[in-house]
């Protein structure tokens, strides 16, 4: 087992251990939305080819704004029995279905009609969206040079403070950079049925304003330092 290095100072070269941090706030690079389609009958082959069927419908939608999104999958799929509490046996009384879409999106431009498209699908629930900046974001860098630069300051006020200089930096320690968690706006859209009356009026775009995120980064830093009179 490896013990960690502790610098230590001298009186001819005193240490001197300083932290560097820095936080900035940062505009969002990804929304990501989830859905959720669902479909309920009491036979197997048509509750699954319903889901099929609207799995195809959303899917087609999403695809069709192109470089918009960035990012599709498909999560979970669950096709589940349920049994009759009346009656002896099992006895099936409904199938639910379920399937999971996850989408990501770096045009905002078009986030609002889509997902307000989504939810007014048939038996379709909407949740999002998520802002999130993507893991190899140049935001983090910014935050970790701010942090080193700030701790290098420090070390010179401090130096200062004591009627000398800064002579070396002995050690440099990247103690954590704090990723943003993910924030989501308030759009939670319910399962929606489709009127059976004729062909509706598309909903108006809810207006969703991208949240601002906020990006810190720390550091450690031990220096050593001219003689000091005291």
């Known amino acids: 087992m490896t013990t960690p290095h502790t610098p230590h100072g001298t009186p001819e070269a005193p240490l001197l251990t300083v932290r560097g941090e820095a936080e900035l706030e940062t505009e969002p690079e990804i929304a990501r939305i989830t859905v959720t389609l669902t479909a309920r009958g009491r036979d ?25 999104v960035e990012r599709l999958t498909t ?27 996850t989408a990501d999106l770096t045009d905002f431009t078009h986030l609002a009609e889509l997902t307000t498209r989504l939810a007014d699908l048939e038996l379709t629930r909407v949740d999002g969206p998520w802002w ?56 939670t859209r319910g399962l929606h049925r489709a009127t059976l009356t004729g062909a509706a009026e598309p909903p108006e775009p809810l207006d969703l304003e991208p949240e601002r995120l906020h990006v810190s980064a720390q550091v450690s830093a031990h220096f050593t330092m001219a003689p000091p009179t005291l």
């Open 44 to 68: 197997r082959r048509t509750t699954l080819d319903d889901l099929t069927r609207r799995n195809t419908t959303a899917l087609d939608l999403i695809k069709s704004y192109g470089d918009t």
């Open 132 to 187: 999130l900046l993507r893991p190899d974001s140049p935001v983090y860098r910014q935050a970790r040079q701010h942090a080193v630069r700030e701790a290098v300051q420090r070390a010179h006020e401090y130096a200062a403070a004591l009627g000398t200089t800064v002579t070396a930096l002995t050690e440099l320690a990247d103690t954590g950079t704090d990723r943003p968690q993910p924030t989501r706006a308030p759009l």
């Open 75 to 101: 999560g979970t799929l669950s096709l589940t029995p349920e049994l009759s509490e009346r009656g002896r046996g099992e006895r099936v009384h409904a199938y639910h279905g379920r399937v999971h879409l």
